[in-house]
Nanobody
Framework: QVQLVESGGGLVQAGGSLRLSCLASGRIFSGYGMGWFRQAPGKEREFVGAISWSGTKTSYTDSVKGRFTISRDNAKNTVYLQMNSLKPEDTAVYYC?????????????????????WGQGTQVTVSP
Protein backbone atom coordinates (compact mmCIF):
# COMPACT_ATOMS: atom_id res chain seq x y z
CA GLN A 1 0.00 0.00 0.00
CA VAL A 2 1.23 3.51 -0.81
CA GLN A 3 0.12 6.80 0.63
CA LEU A 4 0.83 10.10 -1.06
CA VAL A 5 0.48 13.37 0.83
CA GLU A 6 0.75 16.70 -0.96
CA SER A 7 1.65 19.96 0.73
CA GLY A 8 2.71 23.47 -0.15
CA GLY A 9 -0.44 24.78 -1.76
CA GLY A 10 -1.90 28.16 -0.96
CA LEU A 11 -2.88 31.58 -2.23
CA VAL A 12 -0.40 33.54 -4.31
CA GLN A 13 -0.55 36.56 -6.58
CA ALA A 14 -0.05 36.24 -10.31
CA GLY A 15 3.64 36.13 -11.09
CA GLY A 16 4.47 34.49 -7.79
CA SER A 17 5.87 31.07 -6.99
CA LEU A 18 4.95 28.02 -4.97
CA ARG A 19 6.65 24.69 -4.40
CA LEU A 20 4.49 21.67 -3.90
CA SER A 21 5.80 18.56 -2.19
CA CYS A 22 4.50 15.03 -2.28
CA LEU A 23 5.66 12.61 0.38
CA ALA A 24 5.24 8.92 -0.35
CA SER A 25 4.97 6.37 2.41
CA GLY A 26 4.81 2.66 2.21
CA ARG A 27 7.06 0.44 0.20
CA ILE A 28 9.62 1.17 -2.49
CA PHE A 29 9.38 4.62 -4.05
CA SER A 30 12.53 5.08 -6.05
CA GLY A 31 11.82 2.63 -8.85
CA TYR A 32 8.58 4.19 -10.01
CA GLY A 33 7.55 7.14 -12.12
CA MET A 34 5.61 9.98 -10.56
CA GLY A 35 3.22 12.52 -11.96
CA TRP A 36 1.38 15.71 -11.14
CA PHE A 37 -2.15 16.44 -12.32
CA ARG A 38 -4.52 19.28 -11.58
CA GLN A 39 -8.25 19.86 -11.60
CA ALA A 40 -9.87 23.26 -11.83
CA PRO A 41 -13.49 23.83 -10.80
CA GLY A 42 -15.87 22.48 -13.41
CA LYS A 43 -13.07 20.94 -15.46
CA GLU A 44 -11.60 17.50 -15.88
CA ARG A 45 -8.40 16.50 -14.21
CA GLU A 46 -5.47 17.22 -16.49
CA PHE A 47 -1.83 16.24 -16.79
CA VAL A 48 0.71 18.78 -15.55
CA GLY A 49 4.01 16.94 -15.60
CA ALA A 50 5.84 13.72 -14.82
CA ILE A 51 9.24 12.48 -13.77
CA SER A 52 10.88 9.14 -14.41
CA TRP A 53 11.92 6.77 -11.65
CA SER A 54 15.53 7.94 -11.92
CA GLY A 55 14.68 11.60 -12.14
CA THR A 56 16.55 11.94 -15.43
CA LYS A 57 13.49 12.40 -17.62
CA THR A 58 10.69 14.90 -17.20
CA SER A 59 7.75 15.93 -19.34
CA TYR A 60 5.25 18.75 -19.07
CA THR A 61 2.03 19.93 -20.59
CA ASP A 62 2.60 22.84 -22.95
CA SER A 63 0.90 25.42 -20.76
CA VAL A 64 3.44 25.02 -17.95
CA LYS A 65 6.64 24.43 -19.90
CA GLY A 66 9.33 26.87 -18.86
CA ARG A 67 7.45 27.79 -15.68
CA PHE A 68 7.09 24.52 -13.76
CA THR A 69 9.82 22.08 -12.79
CA ILE A 70 9.45 18.60 -11.36
CA SER A 71 12.18 17.01 -9.29
CA ARG A 72 12.48 14.14 -6.87
CA ASP A 73 14.57 13.13 -3.89
CA ASN A 74 14.42 9.37 -3.66
CA ALA A 75 16.23 9.36 -0.33
CA LYS A 76 13.37 11.39 1.11
CA ASN A 77 10.58 9.62 -0.81
CA THR A 78 9.51 13.03 -2.05
CA VAL A 79 8.66 14.56 -5.40
CA TYR A 80 8.43 18.31 -5.91
CA LEU A 81 6.64 20.66 -8.26
CA GLN A 82 8.26 24.08 -8.43
CA MET A 83 5.81 26.54 -9.95
CA ASN A 84 7.04 29.95 -11.08
CA SER A 85 5.38 32.82 -12.92
CA LEU A 86 2.01 31.58 -11.77
CA LYS A 87 -1.10 32.66 -13.63
CA PRO A 88 -4.75 32.76 -12.53
CA GLU A 89 -5.44 29.89 -14.93
CA ASP A 90 -3.11 27.71 -12.85
CA THR A 91 -5.69 27.80 -10.06
CA ALA A 92 -6.67 24.21 -9.32
CA VAL A 93 -6.34 21.33 -6.92
CA TYR A 94 -3.00 19.68 -7.61
CA TYR A 95 -2.64 15.92 -7.25
CA CYS A 96 0.44 13.79 -6.92
CA UNK A 97 0.37 10.29 -8.33
CA UNK A 98 2.61 7.26 -8.74
CA UNK A 99 2.81 4.47 -11.29
CA UNK A 100 3.66 1.36 -9.32
CA UNK A 101 2.69 -0.98 -12.13
CA UNK A 102 5.98 -0.43 -14.00
CA UNK A 103 9.32 -1.06 -12.34
CA UNK A 104 11.97 1.23 -13.84
CA UNK A 105 9.97 1.67 -17.04
CA UNK A 106 7.55 4.30 -18.24
CA UNK A 107 4.00 4.15 -19.53
CA UNK A 108 2.08 6.97 -21.16
CA UNK A 109 2.69 9.56 -18.48
CA UNK A 110 -0.11 11.85 -19.70
CA UNK A 111 -2.88 9.35 -19.02
CA UNK A 112 -4.55 9.09 -15.63
CA UNK A 113 -4.97 5.35 -16.14
CA UNK A 114 -1.18 4.94 -16.10
CA UNK A 115 -1.14 5.66 -12.38
CA UNK A 116 -2.51 3.58 -9.53
CA UNK A 117 -2.19 5.67 -6.39
CA TRP A 118 -3.22 9.27 -5.86
CA GLY A 119 -2.88 11.84 -3.13
CA GLN A 120 -5.76 13.86 -1.73
CA GLY A 121 -4.66 17.03 -3.48
CA THR A 122 -3.58 20.49 -2.42
CA GLN A 123 -5.32 23.70 -3.45
CA VAL A 124 -3.41 26.32 -5.41
CA THR A 125 -5.13 29.66 -5.93
CA VAL A 126 -3.56 32.39 -8.03
CA SER A 127 -5.12 35.83 -7.74
CA PRO A 128 -4.93 38.35 -10.61
Amino acid sequence: QVQLVESGGGLVQAGGSLRLSCLASGRIFSGYGMGWFRQAPGKEREFVGAISWSGTKTSYTDSVKGRFTISRDNAKNTVYLQMNSLKPEDTAVYYCTIDRTRWRTTGDVRLMDTYDYWGQGTQVTVSP
